[in-house]
């Protein structure tokens, strides 16, 4: 290590980076950095975000300039063979999220009630956030300077929200005269292979029917390089005043979406072994129509769409039963009743009270409660577990039996947190209904330990934010 004083002049403009945390036994620690250092530069190279930081690490060494919370210049030479360093940075981004230049007809935000949290209200279009959220981006907010760069640092895959791609109908749909230009930046990732998926968020009468055929047809020239596309039917509550009129789907026009849908399926999986496109389980429920096989789902690329979540649920709890030693099967036998009770939204209840049965069939020492949650406060058309609110929550059990213990999705919370977007918390749910809430973490796995009261120490100190919700999670746009 080079210990170096130098006068900050010349760092005074530059953008800084302020060290949030050190990992124990990492090299970051080794190095002696600290919470509230300052990373100034890597190999003399201004750290601009995230992907730089990463692009600069993932070397064999490199020099590190350092400003200690004193204001001391540290210039550190790192033989870190490739290996991380162990750093959080206060900043995730390490600079400032792009916020949407879009005002698409179908946005979730702008239907949201007036009086709700600030970051609510914050629309992203941010590529990075593609890459470590797994956000879906439009490409209207993106540079040539960001494409290249995602094709320089070899970042994958992008997650591009197409809709359409009518070139005309795009511009109107995001309200953006760009937006039929951005569909060119498709071209240049397929040329440089960079990895993509993509997303059409379905407005009835306005990008399906025909219009949905040909942005299907269009996107399939993109394959392999484009893995798969996810169809999902438009999110519409109650506070759309003053917004484009939109027609929900009904049973018959989810039916004639999945036909085509189903058709593309079937041609393309004799052209090129993938099913590329894929209806979300919702438009399945909507049409009254039995979930696709798990062969159909392509290794459920798009379940973070509402793609096949479902259906893995089913599989993942059939497997978790199996897995179940006869040791535990015995130790539950003869235990004394105990009663629980699960929360949900509509759209999955019928599913979620099938697994549910499931697992009390085989361990009938528990007795399990399922409740449905109408969405009062965003309205009857929001059938997500996702985006219910704790005050729906607590207003729709408050005289129902709820036995022992509640359990609630963690896509009830905001990601990291134990709070509901109404900013209710877990603790005043608890409080207000006089029961302990678990929250379930992802998969079936995890819902059929959570109704068996097994937790692994493991277990106990995840974070939320690492949690995949066992069904529907979001609205998608």
């Known amino acids: 290590m080079i210990e170096k004083e130098q006068e900050r002049n010349g760092y005074m403009n530059r953008r800084i980076h302020k060290i949030q945390a050190v990992e124990p036994g990492s090299i970051g620690q080794e190095m002696e950095l600290e919470p509230g250092d300052f990373l100034l530069e890597i190999n003399g190279n201004e750290i601009e975000d995230i992907f730089d930081y990463e692009y600069y690490v993932n070397s064999k060494s490199m020099v590190m300039l350092i400003e200690k919370a004193d204001g001391e210049l540290w210039e550190l030479e790192i033989e870190n063979d490739y290996q991380d360093l162990g750093l959080t940075f206060e900043n995730g981004l390490m600079s400032d999220y792009k916020s949407c230049s879009n005002k698409c007809i179908f946005c979730f935000i702008d239907q949201m009630p007036p009086g709700m949290r600030e970051t609510l209200y914050f629309k ?27 094709i320089r640092f070899h970042l994958a895959p992008i997650n591009i929200s197409v809709h359409t791609t009518n070139p005309s109908l795009r511009c109107r749909m995001l309200h953006n005269r760009f937006a039929g230009e951005s569909l060119k930046k498709i071209d240049r990732l397929f040329e440089a292979k960079v990895p993509m998926n993509g997303q059409i968020v379905l407005c009835r009468g306005i990008n399906d029917g025909e219009e949905l055929e040909r942005t299907i047809r269009d996107l399939t020239r993109y394959i392999p390089v484009m893995e ?11 506070y759309r005043n ?10 018959e026009t989810s039916i004639r979406t999945l036909e085509i849908i189903e058709n593309w399926q079937e041609k393309l999986y004799n052209l090129y072994g993938t099913h590329f496109i ?39 709890v059939s497997i978790a039963l199996k897995e179940l030693d006869r040791k535990l099967l015995e130790q539950q036998t003869g235990k004394a009743l105990e009663i629980l009770s699960i929360a949900t939204g509509e759209l999955a209840y019928p599913y979620l009270k099938r697994q549910i049965d499931k697992i009390t069939s085989r361990y009938p020492s528990k007795q399990v409660h399922v409740y449905a949650i109408h969405n009062d406060f965003f309205g009857e058309m929001i059938t997500v577990a996702g985006l219910l609110t704790g005050q729906d929550v607590i207003r729709q059990l408050a005289d129902r039996p709820l036995g022992e213990r509640l359990l609630l999705p963690s896509c009830m919370f905001r990601s990291g947190e134990e709070v509901f977007l109404d900013d209710v918390t877990r603790r ?28 692994e120490p493991a277990e ?12 529907l999670n979001d609205l998608h746009g």
Do not use: C, W
């Open 228 to 238: 798969s596309v996810s169809v999902v039917p438009v999110g519409l509550s109650k």
């Open 278 to 316: 894929h209806a979300s389980d919702e438009f399945y429920i909507l049409a009254g129509r039995e979930l696709p096989e798990e062969d159909r789902y392509d290794g459920y690329p798009q379940l973070e769409n509402g793609v096949g979540m479902l259906r893995l649920l089913d599989r993942e």
């Open 460 to 471: 106990e100190e995840a974070n939320l934010s690492s949690y995949r919700g066992y069904e």
């Open 124 to 150: 992203d279009d941010d590529s990075r956030l593609s890459f470590l959220q797994g956000n879906y981006i439009t490409l209207t907010n993106m540079k040539d300077k960001d494409i290249e760069r995602i």
């Open 428 to 455: 005043e749910v608890q409080n207000t209904l006089q029961v302990p809430v678990n929250i379930v973490k992802s998969g079936g796995r995890d819902l059929v330990r959570a109704v068996l009261g097994i937790r």
């Open 242 to 251: 003053g917004l484009e009129p939109l027609i929900p789907f009904d049973q």
